[in-house]
């Protein structure tokens, strides 16, 4: 009998090709909607293999029906969406897709950096709405980005990434981490900083953290009153990083001067969101590794992690549980 795989969203069909013949497989037809929960609650009882995407809540009540699951293979760099825990405790391995939307990721980030701190969103609205009549001396004058101080909050692949390219802009770069990244700071010229110390003399933030419980509303009040009145903060990361209410409050008082997001805690962030109402943040729909070319091969490294699980092996993106 073949394994049987469910995929809960529609792929191209040439990164699925090579799956058929091999296993039974089964996916939500739709690319636009995700697969409604009662119908992943069905398919997930007889399924060996399941391919998700950051969409699904693949929680404890999920895994717990998934009798014969013996791999999730996320099509995500994050895994948030999943209980790894619950998974480890069944023996159901859990991969996600590093290393390829890197570089993508990091493009993005740096494009809405820019876009933020010079008003490109606003000012082609402005443009559109036909306000531009003349030229003026401070008409949508924005933030200078070459050779302000860019501080990074969570040094990984894609922050590295992100330091190659400011340093093109000639930035000062600062970073926090976790643990400290000795190589790295000789490589990127890049200095260590607390926490504190690199909001107060960050003329940008860039959150590039994972999405944990120690992560989580890393960035509250407290945290934006440290920043500069001036300063830029961008979000490419996880929503729930950053206290969005905190965050609308600090905008409306100027306490930081804009903000770039394209994650948000809710998602789809919902429209009257009042965020999306302030005319000083930049916001995109969680776009980050969106490229053709990004996308095509994350969900073909997902396929490679299940057949690989599948087969008995040791994904090659297998996610460990963290020693406490």
């Keep these: 009998m073949k394994p049987k795989i469910y995929i809960t969203r529609k792929l191209p069909e040439q990164i699925i090709d090579g799956l058929r013949g ?3 497989i089964r996916m939500w ?3 636009e909607i995700p697969v409604p929960r009662e119908v992943l609650e ?7 293999g399941l391919l998700c995407l950051l969409t699904e809540n693949i929680d404890e009540s999920l895994i717990d029906r998934a009798d014969h699951l013996k791999i999730i293979a996320n099509m995500a760099v994050g895994y948030n969406n999943i209980d790894i825990h619950s998974a480890a405790k069944r023996g159901i391995m859990v991969t996600n897709t590093p290393g390829v939307l890197t570089e993508t990721t990091a493009d993005l980030t740096f494009g809405l950096l820019l876009a933020t701190a010079r008003r490109m969103m606003e000012a082609e609205a402005y443009l559109k709405r036909g306000k531009w009549e003349t030229w003026s001396p401070m008409q949508l004058t924005g933030q200078d980005v070459h050779g302000a101080t860019l501080g990074i909050i969570g040094l990984g692949r894609i922050g590295e990434a992100l330091a190659k390219r400011a340093k093109g802009f000639d930035m000062k770069l600062v970073y926090f981490n976790r643990s400290r990244k000795y190589e790295q700071e000789k490589e990127w010229d890049i200095e260590y900083l607390p926490l504190e110390k690199l909001l107060q003399v960050s003329d940008f933030v860039c959150v590039m953290l994972p999405l944990t419980p120690e992560t989580a509303y890393m960035i509250g009040m407290k945290q934006l009153k440290m920043m500069k009145e001036t300063a830029v903060l961008i979000n490419t990361a996880r929503g729930g990083i950053i206290d969005e209410k905190a965050l609308y409050q600090a905008l409306q008082d100027r306490e930081i001067w804009a ?4 994650v948000f805690e809710e998602e789809p962030v919902p429209v009257d969101h009042p965020l999306l109402a302030l005319p000083n943040v930049v916001t995109l729909p ?3 590794s969106a490229s053709i070319a990004t996308r095509l091969k994350m969900a073909a490294l997902a396929v490679q992690n299940l057949t690989e699980g599948l087969a008995g092996d040791t994904p090659r993106n297998l996610i460990k549980l963290k020693k406490a």
């Design 42 to 48: 069905e398919e997930v009882k007889e399924v060996d």
């Design 29 to 31: 037809e739709e690319e």
């Design 259 to 262: 903000a770039g997001l394209d």
């Design 286 to 288: 969680h776009i980050g």
């Design 22 to 24: 091999k296993y039974d």
